[in-house]
């Protein structure tokens, strides 16, 4: 297939799409698990969670038209934002999509404009911030969070939005929707949100007689990338989820909602792995040691962008001895365009196959054409057998949109 090449183990895909799914259903309770497509988008992915009974999240027209071009049902798709156009939204309502997840006010006014233009219903989950702010290792509460995301849960905006979806003939209000962050390890601030959201869907009961049927409490559930990172089993959050919705549920005389959860990392992102052949290298003596790859930020902006940490192996020589640290440099016109500060590494070679693990969520997906340099390849591997996924880009691809220029042509 050549390098740089994305490798997904699909078999790993499915058992955690299995694991989300068992721990709703042994629990007894009503669940949709939505794949966050974002992580990593392609038909054939897609169609690996439309076999797996998964339900779907997208966040731009792009991503529900590889849906759609995928065959995936579309009543189990849900359309995120916060700024989708009203052409994205009429798409929404043409493809009789199951869910959007409305994020403010102006979406709910193009929202009612449009139900009243076409006279159908449409489902929606009214995306709120709980004012909680979940990191890697630890997770802080701010009384009123700054975010572009979703209505305030605190000042009163999100029981405006409510208000005026809930009245509405066209507009089915399913419940209430947060996603707190990314890579999260610790379980707290998940119980936290889930108290909140069903705090909240209880006084609209006692104000209205109205029950919520749904509570989607998003995704970040973290994945281990380096041995620094102590991830629970991904099923274990969904376990402290179901137990502090039956806590504050019991509490509040709440019917136990339907629990909807939005893994986009747990799902893809350690079923990933990169591959790239090492080139040149380079000695700044006392100092370091650079080996270069075929690829770099334009497949993986993760450790430009955040700072990420990865680990890796020489995919040719893993017997071979850890003798060496190496810093992996991409072959981008960017000084920062490193992939791992530090590598430990047998003994490099021009023509090594470096392995780089976990790159599978947010790495295709967020990955560009910087120096004209054209995208990877993605394989599937499962049950022994490999896959063409996506194919690679080719110069023609690179330069398909380009137009000649005539200036006599230009308009005036
Ligand atoms: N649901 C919503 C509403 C989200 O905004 C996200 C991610 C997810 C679910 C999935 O989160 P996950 O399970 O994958 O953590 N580019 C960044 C991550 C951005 C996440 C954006 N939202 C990265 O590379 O780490």
Redesign the pocket.
Known sequence: YGTPLFVYDIELYRNRARAFQNTFKNAGIGYQVAY?S??FSSVAIYQVAAQEGLSL?VVSGGELYTAIKAGFPKEKIHF?GNNKSWEELKMAFDEEIGCIVVDNFHEIEQLKKLAEATGRQMNILLRVTPGIEAHTHDYITTGQEDSKFGFDLNNGQADQAFKETFEHSHLNVLGLHC?IG??IFDTAAFRMAAGKLVSKMAEWRDETGYVCPVLNL????GIRYTEDDQPLEPAEYVREMIETVKEITGQTGFAIPEIWI?????LVGDAGTTLYTIGSMKEVPKVRKYIAVDGGMSDNI?PAL?G?AYSSMIANKGRHALTETYTVAGKCCESGDKLIESAILPEAEPGDILAVFCTG??GYS?ASNYNRIARPAVVFAENGAHQLAVRRETYDDVVSLDLDYHAKAAVK
């Open positions: 966050a974002k992580a999240d995120h996603h990314s890579q998003g995704g970040g559930f939005e893994p986009g990392r747990s993760r955040y990420a969520a947010y967020m």
